[in-house]
């Protein structure tokens, strides 16, 4: 289970590459897009219909609003592409690794 984090009380910073790809191996199917400033990490998740990504694109926006870290998504018929990075810290941070950890629970078995 992943507990809830203010992540306003935390100090974040860019992780670095070695981090990075230790924490990519952690999220199945996810992977860099971006170079620079504009870096960051995504997933595109696949649906049988409109219902069913209109639903899953709620439930991220959930986890945005709770975690107040919030992606860039990309909404098709059957698939959402969703896009994390925090642009303070110029790359990707802790927090984009633990909100893509929240979006993948949402599908786990």
């Not at 809830?4 to 999220?27: C, H, I, M």
């Not at 696949?46 to 069913?52: G, L, P, S």
């Not at 990309?74 to 950890?101: E, W």
């Amino acid at each position: 289970m992943l507990k809830q984090k203010d992540w306003s009380t935390q100090a974040r910073r860019a992780l670095t590459a070695p981090e990075l790809v230790a924490k990519l191996a952690q999220l199945e199917g996810w992977q860099l897009q971006g170079d620079g400033a504009d870096v960051a990490i995504a997933k595109t998740f696949r649906f049988a219909n409109y219902h069913e990504t209109l639903a899953f694109v709620n439930a991220v926006a959930f986890i945005a609003h709770t975690q107040d870290h919030h992606p860039d998504l990309s909404v098709h018929y059957d698939r959402c592409v969703v896009r994390f990075n925090t642009h303070d810290v110029g790359g990707i941070s802790g927090t984009d690794i633990d909100c893509a950890l929240r979006v993948e629970a949402l599908l786990a078995p």
